[in-house]
């Protein structure tokens, strides 16, 4: 059973970093992408950051070069560095793992989530 362990999150101070973890009990980590997405209670789950195994990067267009995401494939994690945090950061945040879509691309056939962490960011 695929099981993706996160550690990291906090309350900071606008202004300060952050870094979450995730590692994932997989097999050949490489294979998937690995992303980080955030919500808020009332609205739908957002992109935060993607990475797949080629080195393929996605950020979402509030990330506006605060955010890194990178992996270490050795050790199967994924980390998000997150600078500069404002409030409107506050969230809770899920990585994700996801990899081989189904033929007509509408969906993936693994996609595995983590337990979530949350970030408080004050003023």
């Known amino acids: 059973q695929v099981q993706l362990v996160q550690s990291g999150g906090g309350l900071v101070q606008a202004g300060e970093s952050l870094r979450l973890s995730c590692t994932a009990s997989v097999r050949a980590f490489i294979s998937y992408t690995m992303g980080w997405y955030r919500q808020v209670p009332g609205k739908q789950r957002e992109l935060v950051a993607s990475?797949?195994?080629?080195?393929?990067?996605k950020y979402g267009d509030f990330v506006q070069g605060r955010f890194t995401i990178s992996r270490e494939n050795a050790r199967s994690t994924v980390y998000l560095q997150m600078n500069n945090l404002k409030p409107d950061d506050t969230a809770r945040y899920f990585c994700?793992?996801?990899?081989?879509?189904?033929?007509?691309?509408?969906?993936?056939?693994?996609?595995?989530w983590g337990q979530g962490t949350s970030v408080s960011v004050s003023a």
């Open positions: 990475l797949n195994g080629v080195g393929g990067i």
């Open positions: 994700n793992a996801k990899r081989q879509r189904t033929p007509d691309g509408s969906r993936w056939l693994e996609d595995y």
